[in-house]
């Protein structure tokens, strides 16, 4: 599988994504984000769309996610997670995204990512890229169970009970 940066949000980079395989194929049209995508074969099978964080001018944030839904719980999302943080985290200070469900949680944990223990307005939690994140079991908990009093699909919920008690799992390494 090959990783790349299209390019920031200075760029305009855009990427066609068929909206019957890839969740939020709309948001990867605009040329208003960077992007970065995993290739298998030459073919898209992840993408990530990210920007400036507007309120820090030493962060970038990743907005929206997606993998193609025939590639969904293979680790494609993670590892372009992981390859998108490390890269992004030589040009900018910090590295964020938030989050809405459980797996997204666990898969940007094992990309590296950490609960910072504030949540959105809109009902997501704040994680950050890096080893200054709180990676403790403590904080890995409270973020799980932040998503315990919601109405959650079957899939969410079981993720939250294979990890109700659990460590935060292992980072994956940085695709090359």
Known sequence: MEFEILGDEADGPTLELDYREFAYAGKFVMSSTGKS???ADGDV???VAFSEDHSDPDAVRLRYVT???DRRGE???TRLL???AATLADRYGR???AVNNPIAYQACYRAGFA???QETGIAELLLSYGPDGDRSTEMFQTGLQTFETRDLP???RAVLADHSNGEPPPVVDVPA
């Open 67 to 69: 993998v193609r839904e």
């Open 75 to 77: 680790g494609v999302g």
């Open 115 to 117: 609960f910072t223990g």
């Open 154 to 156: 079957e899939a969410q």
């Open 82 to 84: 992981r390859f998108t």
């Open 45 to 47: 099978v992840g993408a």
């Open 37 to 39: 995508v995993a290739r």
């Open 95 to 97: 590295v964020l995204i």
